[in-house]
């Protein structure tokens, strides 16, 4: 079992519909979770951390599950320009990042 | 303020051929990382520094080399190439550890290297 993993897709969704992902995770002792944004042939850059509590920015809600072991990002509102590949990322208890595989959003006119 | 550029940004080599590729970052970072990125998988650590002076194995080492003399230059090396380190290469560097909330990576723009 992978320690990250997430659904590949792709997720066709039209322009103005809300979207949202999940992300699951293996190692109970995760200590942080970040959300990555990677635009197809680019560098993955930071969309936002995961706090227990669940955070907002703008058009982007991020959840953290950890009795259930899994991160959600939601998108209202979706624009062409979400089109890209979200990657999930769990920080464990040495301090080093272990990636998934990302999902590929596809935000149609 | 260039943030982490990276030499070259395409690559084609020989089978048994060697390369370094170059890491550079303006902004103080003390931590710097290489990561490689196939089809289908996560970004992999390949091998990373914590400081000027200090290298440490990441989860896929072998194969590669690196050196960090100064701060602001992350060396990363393949002595022998073989067509299985054909990939994208990326250059991140951080803050600290991440013990910050704010914790972020700054990745470079990326080496695309073919092995033939």
């Known amino acids: 079992r992978k320690e990250v993993e997430q659904d590949p897709g792709p997720f066709n969704v039209p322009e103005g519909a809300t979207v949202a992902f999940n992300c699951t995770y293996s190692n109970s002792a995760s200590q942080s979770f970040f959300w990555y944004r990677q635009d197809c042939r680019k560098e993955p850059k930071l969309l936002m951390s995961?706090?227990?509590?669940?955070n907002e920015d703008g058009r982007f809600t991020a959840q953290l599950n950890r009795a259930s072991q899994y991160i959600s990002l939601l998108i209202r509102d979706s624009k062409l320009s979400d089109s890209a590949t979200y990657l999930c990322?769990?920080?464990?208890?040495?301090?080093?990042?272990?990636w998934g595989a990302g999902t590929k959003l596809i935000i149609k006119p | 303020n260039a943030g982490v550029t990276q030499t070259p940004k395409f690559r084609v080599l020989k089978t048994g051929q060697s390369m370094t590729l170059l890491c550079a970052q303006d902004?103080?970072?003390?931590?710097m990382y290489w990561y490689r990125q196939d089809p289908g998988m996560g970004l992999r650590l390949i091998h990373y520094s914590v400081g000027e002076g200090t290298t440490a194995k990441g989860e896929v080492p072998d194969g590669y080399n690196v050196s960090r003399l100064k701060k602001q230059n992350f060396l990363l090396g393949l002595e022998s190439a073989a067509p299985s380190q054909t990939s994208v290469y990326f250059c991140a560097s951080s803050y600290d550890s991440g013990q910050g909330r704010n914790y972020g990576y700054t990745f470079g723009s990326g080496t695309r290297l073919t092995v033939v």
């Open positions: 995961v706090y227990s509590s669940g």
């Open positions: 990322v769990v920080r464990d208890s040495n301090y080093q990042l272990i």
């Open positions: 902004m103080n970072h003390e931590y």
